[in-house]
């Protein structure tokens, strides 16, 4: 996969910067502060947006709501087959192909630690294409660290994996709250 390389001017690297500090500054005030309209600078950060080089996410601060990030890296044979069996899951946060021995990365999220290592030990661990899997957690982060964690409207009776709670035995001992998909979900936080 070949990179496409954008160029971007001090003016572009400026209005990212403020962006960055300040996410609810305004068109106006950045155009004061880098010495340009502000209709220039709703041109640049359409141009930026469109290229994909900046986006808004909405997400939540780990550090002040209490929930548990898990790293887990990973070396499989399928890397998409892998990524592919999180994608709808409320708890995936993202993935990560990585070059080296453990060539995959997976974020997770979640409100207890019993939980995530409980999915990571049925989903993961128990898995035919897996050939290792390190549980980690992050323990803190020196900035506020924020993280685009799906909240779920409408809780459905299967959860999106198509796993069966039935079937789920850290659930029925009570080391896993269950998907926050579904209407058996024990938490708080979803």
Known sequence: M?????????????????LHDNQDISQEEIAKEIKL???SVAMRIKKLKEKGIIDNIIGVNVNKVGI???VVLLQTTNTT???NLF?????FLNGFVLSGKQNLMLLFAGED???LESMIDERLRSNEDVKSAEFNILISSIKDF???VKMVERPLNKPPCGIDYKECQAY??????GCPATIRYKGTFW
């Open 68 to 70: 548990y990030v898990a």
């Open 37 to 39: 309209s502000q209709p």
């Open 87 to 91: 994608r709808k899951c409320p708890f």
């Open 113 to 115: 630690l019993a939980s």
């Open 2 to 18: 070949t990179r496409e390389r954008i160029k971007l001017d001090e003016k572009d690297r400026k209005i990212i910067t403020l």
């Open 146 to 148: 924020i993280l685009p």
């Open 172 to 177: 029925h001992e009570n080391r896993c709250f």
């Open 81 to 83: 087959k892998i990524l």
